[in-house]
């Protein structure tokens, strides 16, 4: 079962300066997919990058890449982050009034859709959307920031959203995102999470190829 994990370094805790670099040694590492969070300075507090650093990024990268925008009116730049190379386009749930039209226009392009959740926010919203959907990603601290610390709360949420995608017979894959580490994520892959994103625990580390293989494991 851990095998199968699914790693997502997120880019958010490289190095700025020196991205070409943090992609290639990503390439390097056995991560399946690079996380790239989007913020707009409206929906969360903060303001990171866009589709033009996306796009050079892509260039480079020989893994898939998973955007993850933290943006008010994410429908409006479905297209844009399609053509810079998004496999997975992740929407914030509290960002879209009309979600299963959003879902429909990114699964149009090609790209996988998927949900974020805040931590504050319930699954049961999900029950008549989750066939849709490729992937929900629950948010494990409030988005806008790398380098916070995990939120318990967010075992009983995977094992609710595992429990809903089986009842409904989905494939859906269960993300997490933020403050995952080797110490949280046995029980969090056990609870049935699917994807670990990373951030600090992979780029702020001395040897990130190893902490990637010990998420793996
Ligand atoms: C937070 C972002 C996360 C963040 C995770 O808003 O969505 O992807 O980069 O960083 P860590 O792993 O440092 O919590
Ligand atoms: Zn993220």
């Known amino acids: 079962m851990s095998s199968k994990t699914i790693i997502a370094p997120s880019l958010l805790a490289a190095d700025f300066s020196d991205l070409r670099n943090e992609v290639e040694m990503i390439n390097k590492s056995n991560a399946d997919w690079l996380h790239l969070d989007v913020m707009d300075g409206v929906f969360v507090p903060n303001i990171s990058f866009g589709i033009p650093v996306i796009s050079s990024l892509k260039k480079h990268s020989s893994k898939l890449f998973d955007v993850h925008l933290m943006i008010v009116q994410p429908e409006n730049y479905i297209n844009a982050f399609h053509k810079v190379g998004a496999d997975i386009l992740t929407v914030h749930i509290e960002a879209s009034p009309h979600l299963h039209r959003t879902i429909a226009a990114i699964k149009e392009t090609g790209m996988q859709a998927g949900v974020a959740l805040n931590p504050h926010t319930s699954v049961s919203l999900l029950k008549d959307i989750i066939a ?11 988005p806008g920031f790398g380098g916070q610390s995990f939120i318990e709360n967010t075992y009983s949420k995977v094992e609710e959203l595992k429990e809903l995608i089986l009842s409904k017979n989905a494939n859906t894959l269960i993300e997490i995102d933020g403050g995952v580490t080797n110490k949280n994520a046995p029980q969090l892959i056990r609870s049935g999470a699917d994807v670990l994103v990373a951030g600090s625990y992979v780029f702020k580390a001395d040897n990130p190829l190893l902490n990637i293989d010990l998420l793996k494991k």
Do not use: A, G, R, T
């Open 132 to 142: 849709d959907i490729d992937l929900v990603c629950l948010m494990s601290v409030n």
